[in-house]
């Protein structure tokens, strides 16, 4: 799968989680939600933004005083790419590998395990 944008790196994905979640957000509305779970500042937050535009990971609307910022890619596409490329570099591509891997690093709740039970299902073309 050839990705047209490119892996946002861990900074990028932070901000990204913000606009999935309020929508499209002026910088200092980014930088506010951030500073909740860790001291961020605005100039950090703006040369960030302004690299991933650049990036193409997200586009700017100019057409206000305050620059409205939302993502291109939505928040699954993104996970899907992701994940494309994880399982490719770490893993070599094998689904089985990455997925045992997923479910010893953190325990699946029983809520978790149902939902991957009714995928299998569906993927097997067995729905229940």
Do not use: C
Not at 59 to 64: A, E, M
Not at 67 to 93: C, M, N, W
Not at 94 to 106: D, E, G, H, R, Y
């Amino acid at each position: 799968m050839k990705q047209t944008t490119p892996r946002p790196t861990d900074a990028e994905l932070a901000i990204l989680r913000v606009l999935w979640q309020q929508g499209p957000s002026t910088v200092r509305q980014v930088q506010e939600t951030l500073n909740h779970s860790r001291p961020t500042g605005y100039t950090t937050v703006l040369k960030l933004m302004q690299i991933m535009t650049s990036k193409g990971v997200v586009r700017r609307d100019r057409s206000q005083r305050a620059h409205i910022y939302q993502p291109v890619l939505a928040e699954e596409e993104t996970q899907k790419r992701l994940v494309s490329d994880l399982l490719e570099r770490a893993f070599g591509g094998s689904t089985i590998n990455l997925v045992m891997q997923a479910l010893s690093a953190k325990s699946a709740s029983a809520e978790e395990i149902a939902q991957i039970r009714q995928l299998l299902d569906k993927f097997e073309g067995g729905s229940k």
